[in-house]
């Protein structure tokens, strides 16, 4: 078990985020469940949380607003005390839309989110700490920071720059002791992925096209941040860790 580390998880309340939350409570850590919408106030999280083994309050937050994550933040240490780990999960997904037709309201909604919130988050997590206070921080991006869709210039465009904010953050951040590392996830079912995961026939037009035959699963990611956010780590930082059945392998096939 590990020491029962503060673990600030942005996008818990659902999804990948909810995955990586509850794989920290099952290592007896002490997780803040950062939500976004009252709507999902994270109390399911929280309460897996401490099935898992481990203990968690609830937070709103908008990642994308500096105010709001200081009170988070703020609000975590008072419950847990200094965060040693930090993973960004925070997201929406691509508008479909094409650039001809995307407007700018959803172009900065996705960058607020998706990039800025990463940003924010991050130098809250960086600043101000004691001396010989090492963390990590995890981020959970994707592989369309590089293999591109079309509809999707909005997403991959964040998770571009994403890309960019991890590897800087991470030399910036080695001399401190903090490593910083993305997962790329693939195609994982998730609320996100809504369609795919209540029906088993559209699923699979979609599974063909993965080398290893399925869909990820939330807890595979959750249980890399665990990984990645552990003593086994601790010579890994500035790495991308992609999660996708071998899907991007793929994407240059038939043409």
């Known amino acids: 078990m590990a020491d029962g580390r503060c673990v600030v998880v942005s996008g818990a309340e659902s999804g990948i985020g909810a995955a990586c939350a509850i794989a920290f409570g099952a290592q007896g850590d002490k997780v803040v469940v950062l939500f976004h919408d009252a709507r999902n106030d994270g109390s ?18 908008d ?24 993973v960004n999960s925070a997201g929406i997904n691509m508008a479909g839309v094409p650039v001809r037709q995307m407007t700018i309201a959803q172009w900065q909604r996705m960058l607020d989110t998706d990039l800025t919130g990463a940003f924010l988050t991050s130098r ?6 004691p001396a010989n206070a090492p963390g990590a921080i995890i981020h959970i991006s994707s592989i369309h920071a590089y293999a591109v869709r079309s509809g999707g210039a909005d997403y991959c465009a964040a998770k571009g720059g994403l890309t960019n904010l991890i590897e800087t953050l991470a030399i910036e951040e080695a001399p401190n002791g903090i ?12 609320p996100m992925n809504e369609r795919a995961s209540d029906d088993p026939t559209y699923r699979r037009t979609l599974e063909q096209n993965i080398p290893l035959n399925r869909a990820g699963r939330p807890e595979e990611v959750g249980d890399l941040a665990v990984f990645l956010a552990s003593d086994k780590a601790t010579y890994i930082t500035g790495a991308r860790i992609v999660i996708d059945g071998g899907l991007s392998l793929m994407q240059a096939l038939g043409a």
């Open 63 to 86: 990642v994308g607003d500096e105010a709001s994550v200081e009170r988070a933040f703020a609000a975590a240490e008072r419950t847990f005390g200094l965060a040693r780990v930090l």
């Open 124 to 129: 809250r997590f960086v600043r101000d700490r």
């Open 179 to 190: 490593r910083v590392n993305a997962i790329e996830p693939g195609m994982i079912l998730t």
């Open 44 to 61: 399911d999280t929280v309460a897996r949380v401490k099935a898992a083994g481990g203990d968690a309050i609830a937070v709103q937050c």
